[in-house]
């Protein structure tokens, strides 16, 4: 079984900056992709960046150059930079280790308003 524990979302004006942290049980960050995805009030759940196990890592176009995905494995840890935050980037923000069926952790609120 994978836990999997987000935090560090919360209510930022637009041009701020927010730091989103995943945490997970086990050491399953090790061997495995993960990602984070996010869904905002009336839309489908997005993927916005992923990450291998040998540190490669991919965004979504609109989000190149904004945001900065990263792991640190020995804490078993996944982290979510986003700087020069927009509106249209509030949402909720879920973790994701793409190992068997996925898991999921269940997610932080990021707000962004003035």
């Known amino acids: 079984q994978v836990e999997l524990v987000e935090s560090g979302g919360g209510l930022v004006q637009p041009g701020g900056s927010l730091r989103l942290s995943c945490v997970a049980s086990t050491s399953v960050f090790r061997a495995n992709t993960t990602g984070w995805y996010r869904q905002a009030p009336g839309n489908e759940r997005e993927l916005v960046a992923t990450i291998t196990a040998s540190g490669g890592t991919s965004y979504a176009d609109s989000l190149k150059g904004r945001f900065t995905i990263s792991r640190d494995n020995a804490k078993n840890t996944m982290y979510l930079q986003m700087n020069s935050l927009k509106p249209d980037d509030t949402a909720v923000y879920y973790c994701?280790?793409?190992?068997?069926?996925?898991?999921w952790g269940q997610g932080t609120q990021v707000t962004v308003s003035s």
């Open positions: 994701k280790v793409f190992a068997g069926l996925g898991y």
